[in-house]
């Protein structure tokens, strides 16, 4: 299921302002207050700790390498989480559809279905997920079968999308989506 995602109206770096709590972007594994933050802060360090011009697929390529690596990840930034599990898959998020492509299986990176410029994103989402508790599913759009991602980090899933509710106005998420490519 294709869909577009605007950036000329709500820019992927806004929507990835990071908080203190989230894990640092230098991937120490500490958390951003504990590790750059007062660097930042200082001036020591460049302004934004994020680039201006962020880019989905060079987000999805990091998540692939942590699969590659079997390096168990979670990180959201803007509507978006990754993560990956020890077993070497990889999954992309987006949290306020409910849509997902899985980008790594076994440590092998998975080509991504996405196109980007710098005003759309557009992304042929295979799965839509549903967290129940603390379990994530994922229901396949071809198929309808649905599947249990036991090794996924679906606490960590849960808190990105309260997070992102909590920073971010119903009305900017409304605006994220642009009306579907006809087919």
């Known amino acids: 299921m294709a869909r ?5 109206q709500v820019p992927f770096a ?3 302002k990071i908080s203190r709590n989230q894990p640092c972007p230098c991937r120490s594994g500490r958390k951003y207050k504990h590790c750059c933050l007062l ?7 460049s302004a934004s700790p994020r680039p201006e011009q962020a880019s989905l697929l060079r987000e999805v390529e990091k998540i692939q390498q942590d699969a590659s690596r079997r390096q168990e990840c979670c990180r959201d930034i803007g509507v ?3 993560f990956s599990t020890k077993e070497g898959d990889a999954w992309v998020l987006e949290i306020t559809e409910r849509d997902a492509f899985q980008a790594a299986a076994a440590g092998q990176p998975l080509p991504p279905p996405v196109q980007e410029d710098a005003e759309l994103i557009e992304v042929d ?5 549903i967290l129940r508790g603390r379990r994530l599913f994922l229901r396949d759009h071809q198929s309808g079968a649905e599947t ?3 090794s996924a980090p679906a606490a960590q899933i849960s808190a990105a999308a309260r997070r992102l509710e909590r920073q971010h106005p119903a009305e900017l998420l409304r605006q994220v989506h642009a009306q579907a490519a006809s087919a």
Do not use: Y
């Open 14 to 16: 806004e929507m990835s």
């Open 125 to 129: 989402w295979s799965h839509a997920f």
């Open 39 to 45: 660097r930042h802060r200082a001036g020591l360090l």
């Open 148 to 150: 249990e991602l036991v």
């Open 80 to 82: 978006f989480v990754f």
């Open 4 to 8: 577009q995602m605007k950036t000329n």
